[in-house]
């Protein structure tokens, strides 16, 4: 039992001898372990209490349960920083040194860091983003989204593809939010049709297509229209105008094709023609000269 107890107070002793210094605060293998077990503690803390708050709604979309669930985490995490700074002794003073490195970081690399943080607490308290929403971004990323933090916001696209975009980019950028308010969305399918062809004939097509695709919506404010909006090179250009739901722009990409899909058919079934690209090439006072080798031979 002696041999125990001089074990344990050497292992003590040796836990007790500082490491290194900052400032007046001495650092120990005892209380390094202390600070290990309080992040743990915070961690866990943390995760239970957005896991929580999260219950009082289960619908991911609620953007007051999201944002008290996010600041509610973060508080947690501000909290459980100064009791491990008081644990371990620190004196806020001793970090004074450090104000003026962390300044000259802010002006050469931390600026992008600090502004997407400021752009995440705006997008969280204006609620013009929420969980669930169908985005599209200047950047051509378009998709689900799926988690708001404080400096990046994770947009799921239709292919189950994780992106992560910087909190500035829905700031500074411009932002098409497909679910944001009115449920009912319009969307324009293009479409052509060969030059002489009956434009009565194209917009029954058009319509009848519409009227084929379960996710139409038809009634005395919306209803399925066809338009022609330009005569092009080789062919007159239409469009397709058909109101969809919110829940529908979740698959916007599938619900194009579905039209595309019906209105080949229709055209089709009319005998329209859908043109391709032609050039007439006129030859004048051409002449081909055709050498030939010792051979005889061209």
Same mark, same amino acid.
């Given at each position: 039992?002696?041999?125990?107890?001089?074990?344990?107070?050497?292992?003590?002793?040796?836990?007790?001898?500082?490491?290194?210094?900052?400032?007046?605060?001495?650092?120990?293998?005892?209380?390094?372990?202390?600070?290990?077990?309080?992040?743990?503690?915070?961690?866990?803390?943390?995760?239970?209490?957005?896991?929580?708050?999260?219950?009082?709604?289960?619908?991911?979309?609620?953007?007051?349960?999201?944002?008290?669930?996010?600041?509610?985490?973060?508080?947690v995490w501000i909290?459980?920083?100064?009791?491990?700074?008081?644990?371990?002794?620190?004196?806020?003073?001793?970090?004074?040194?450090?104000?003026?490195?962390?300044?000259?970081?802010?002006?050469?690399?931390?600026?992008?860091?600090?502004?997407?943080?400021?752009?995440?607490?705006?997008?969280?308290?204006?609620k013009s983003l929420?969980?669930?929403?169908?985005?599209?971004?200047?950047?051509?990323?378009?998709?689900?989204?799926?988690?708001?933090?404080?400096?990046?916001?994770?947009?799921?696209?239709?292919?189950?593809?994780?992106?992560?975009?910087?909190?500035?980019?829905?700031?500074?950028?411009?932002?098409?939010?497909?679910?944001?308010?009115?449920?009912? @969305?319009? =969307?324009?399918? *293009? &479409?052509?049709?060969?030059?002489?062809?009956? /434009? %009565?004939?194209?917009?029954?097509?058009?319509?009848?297509?519409?009227?084929?695709?379960?996710?139409?919506?038809?009634?005395?404010?919306?209803?399925?229209?066809?338009?022609?909006?330009?005569?092009?090179?080789?062919?007159?250009?239409?469009?397709?105008?058909?109101?969809?739901?919110?829940?529908?722009?979740k698959t916007r990409?599938?619900?194009?094709?579905?039209?595309?899909?019906?209105?080949?058919?229709?055209?089709?079934? @009319?005998? =329209?023609?859908? *043109? &391709?690209?032609?050039?007439?090439?006129?030859? /004048? %006072?051409?002449?081909?000269?055709?050498?030939?080798?010792?051979?005889?031979?061209?």
């Amino acid at each position: 039992m002696s041999f125990l107890h001089e074990a344990w107070k050497d292992t003590l002793e040796i836990a007790r001898d500082p490491l290194f210094s900052i400032g007046n605060t001495d650092f120990t293998l005892l209380r390094l372990f202390g600070l290990l077990l309080i992040i743990a503690v915070v961690f866990q803390i943390a995760r239970i209490t957005k896991r929580s708050i999260n219950k009082l709604n289960p619908d991911p979309t609620d953007q007051a349960v999201y944002l008290l669930s996010r600041f509610a985490g973060y508080f947690v995490w501000i909290i459980g920083t100064l009791i491990g700074l008081n644990f371990l002794g620190f004196e806020l003073s001793s970090f004074a040194f450090l104000g003026g490195a962390v300044g000259l970081g802010l002006g050469f690399g931390l600026q992008n860091i600090l502004s997407n943080f400021v752009a995440g607490i705006i997008i969280l308290f204006e609620k013009s983003l929420k969980v669930g929403d169908i985005v599209e971004l200047q950047s051509s990323v378009t998709g689900k989204v799926a988690e708001i933090n404080l400096r990046y916001t994770r947009i799921t696209t239709a292919d189950a593809i994780d992106i992560l975009v910087p909190n500035s980019e829905f700031i500074s950028g411009r932002v098409v939010n497909w679910t944001f308010a009115d449920p009912i @969305r319009r =969307i324009h399918v *293009p &479409f052509t049709a060969a030059y002489g062809t009956d /434009k %009565n004939v194209v917009r029954e097509a058009g319509i009848a297509a519409a009227m084929n695709v379960q996710t139409t919506i038809n009634d005395d404010e919306h209803q399925p229209a066809v338009w022609l909006v330009r005569m092009g090179e080789s062919a007159l250009e239409f469009e397709l105008l058909v109101w969809i739901n919110q829940e529908t722009v979740k698959t916007r990409g599938m619900v194009q094709a579905s039209y595309v899909w019906a209105l080949e058919t229709e055209l089709r079934k @009319r005998g =329209i023609e859908i *043109p &391709f690209p032609q050039r007439d090439l006129y030859l /004048k %006072n051409s002449r081909i000269t055709v050498s030939m080798d010792n051979s005889g031979q061209s």
